[in-house]
């Protein structure tokens, strides 16, 4: 299969990169540096195709050096996202406008910037979207407050996700979105319940019986369904 990811420098993104390859798969890992990314040169495998692609920017991606863009795309998984401030600077009295537009600029308006862009190989390839977000964006599940731009931009990302499934249902592309779980990854500060390896393998368990759920279904890496 031709998968693209973004956000696939660290963390969960490199992650998903490692597995697809050791699957055989052809890999796009989007970055904003792709040539910064040393993680990647130990996965030595020349079935991984870098792309520079700012997803908060409307730029088109770039290949690098030899790569190109598959005429058909199976599998996309928006990963690339930000949490944006830490500590108090998403409470109630701190949070910005400034940090409001940041987060939801890269969390929610960042994955459509990717379909819109890759719609045609992705109509080619009759591809399953997943949508990356978090159960912090899950308003029946907030029970605790604060973090308003994660929240919001995570809650926004579920929107864009369920909408985009309607609309491309007709094309054969069918879109989730899904909760990785609190993974131990370098925006949590390496707290959480799961690593890395566990919330992947079980994603793409779910990537892979996609159309067991319905399009634009909330869905947890071990495949329960989450209420938005």
């Keep these: 299969m031709n998968i693209v990811i973004t956000g696939a420098n660290r963390g969960l993104g490199l992650g998903l990169v490692a597995h697809y390859l050791a699957q055989g798969h052809e890999l796009w890992a989007c970055a904003r540096n792709p040539c910064e990314v040393t993680a990647w040169d130990a996965l030595a495998s020349s079935s991984l195709h870098p792309v520079r692609w700012d997803v908060a920017d409307d730029a088109p991606p770039q290949c690098m050096g ?4 598959p005429s058909a795309i199976h599998v996309l998984i928006n990963n690339a996202g930000i949490y944006g401030p830490v500590g108090t600077g998403q409470s109630l009295q701190n949070v910005s406008s400034k940090c409001m537009l940041d987060v939801f600029n890269v969390d929610a308006i960042g994955p459509l910037r990717v379909v819109q862009h890759l719609l045609p190989a992705l109509r080619e390839g009759d591809a399953t979207v997943a949508n990356i977000a978090s159960k912090m964006g899950s308003i029946s599940d907030n029970s605790s407050g ?7 931009a995570k809650t926004a990302l579920m929107m864009v996700s369920k909408s985009m499934a309607v609309d491309l249902a007709d094309s054969g592309i069918h879109v989730i979105t899904l909760h990785p779980g609190w993974v131990k990854t370098d925006m949590t500060d390496h707290h959480g319940l799961i690593n890395v390896a566990t919330s992947v393998q079980g994603m793409s368990n779910v990537i892979s019986r996609a159309c067991d759920y319905l399009p634009g279904d909330f869905i947890a890496f071990d495949g329960t369904l989450i209420g938005f």
């Design 66 to 69: 030899s790569c190109t863009w």
């Design 146 to 152: 604060g973090n308003y731009a994660y929240r919001a």
